[in-house]
């Protein structure tokens, strides 16, 4: 199965205008994430996809870039553009905020496209603060590793347990945190981005639940990874710290 690795990366980030290109230990951060999608043994090649002029003149000195419409809604959209004009079997789609992401878990997820047609990855959620938190999405997982829903919610919920403290709750459930990485089939993740938001994806803004609205089974791969992105200008002194150590 001939594999894509795709880095979206756009210039116009409400909160960190320009992000992609932002300096993390002397290499921009789109450097970075592409650095490490090379180390991944799964992919037979790494794309940036991009809309922007600024980021492909930087990112043609150590990629492969594929210019993209800048009318995508999302990244998904972005990484279909590239899927349909380039030869592979299917694609990884890689947040290009994450400059620490693990190797082993971009193979994890292509590995899991031998079983399905679309994979993703989910680690224990660890921190209580993170518990009650919107921005961190839970997902819920039957026996045979197939996602059954993702919400922003906490989710199940503890019946027995639910007066207690988030960490009560937390040690009596073994609640699962969503890694925000994609793997598709080529065919799954053109058809998909021709179908309408489903209601559920309108209702959490989550763009999977379009996926499961309409059937899609997704393989759910467990990790120890969790992800360090760069939202804010802040976060870069912040992943610089962990590069250091």
Same mark, same amino acid.
Do not use: W
């Given at each position: 199965m001939r594999i894509l690795g795709i880095v979206p990366a756009r210039y116009a980030s409400t909160r960190f205008p320009g992000k992609p290109l932002a300096m993390i230990a002397g290499k921009?951060?789109?450097?970075?994430?592409?650095?490490?999608?090379?180390?991944?043994?799964?992919?037979?090649?790494v794309v940036v996809a991009t809309d922007d002029d600024r980021i492909a003149a930087v990112a043609r000195g150590f990629s492969r870039v594929e210019m993209t419409s800048?009318?995508?809604?999302?990244?998904?959209?972005?990484?279909?553009? #590239? @899927?349909?004009?380039? !030869?592979?079997? $299917?694609?990884?789609?890689?947040?290009?905020?994450? +400059?620490?992401i693990d190797p082993a878990v971009i193979d994890a997820v292509a590995g899991a496209l031998e079983r399905w047609e679309m994979a993703t990855a989910a680690t224990p959620l660890?921190?209580?603060?993170?518990?009650?938190?919107?921005?961190?999405?839970? #997902? @819920?997982?039957?026996? !045979?590793?197939? $996602?059954?829903?993702?919400?922003?919610?906490?989710? +199940?919920?503890?019946r027995d347990a639910a007066g207690c403290s988030a960490a009560e709750q937390m040690a009596a459930f073994p609640f699962l945190k969503h890694?925000?990485?994609?793997?598709?089939?080529?065919?799954?993740?053109?058809?998909?981005v021709r179908r309408p938001v489903s209601p559920l994806e309108a209702?959490?803004?989550?763009?999977q639940l379009r996926a499961l609205d309409g059937?899609?089974?997704?393989?759910?791969?467990?990790?120890?990874?969790?992800?360090?992105g760069v939202d804010i200008p802040a976060d870069v002194a912040r992943v610089e710290e962990r590069l250091r150590a």
């Open positions: 921009p951060l789109i450097q970075r994430v592409v650095e490490r999608c090379r180390q991944a043994r799964s992919l037979a090649e800048a009318m995508h809604p999302s990244g998904t959209d972005r990484a279909a553009e #590239v @899927v349909a004009r380039c !030869a592979c079997d $299917a694609a990884v789609n890689i947040q290009g905020d994450e +400059p620490l660890r921190d209580p603060a993170e518990y009650d938190n919107p921005n961190v999405v839970k #997902v @819920v997982v039957n026996a !045979a590793g197939q $996602a059954l829903y993702f919400s922003r919610r906490t989710i +199940p919920y503890v890694v925000g990485i994609y793997g598709y089939r080529r065919g799954i993740l053109l058809e998909l209702a959490e803004r989550l763009e059937g899609v089974g997704i393989g759910v791969v467990r990790v120890e990874y969790d992800s360090v």
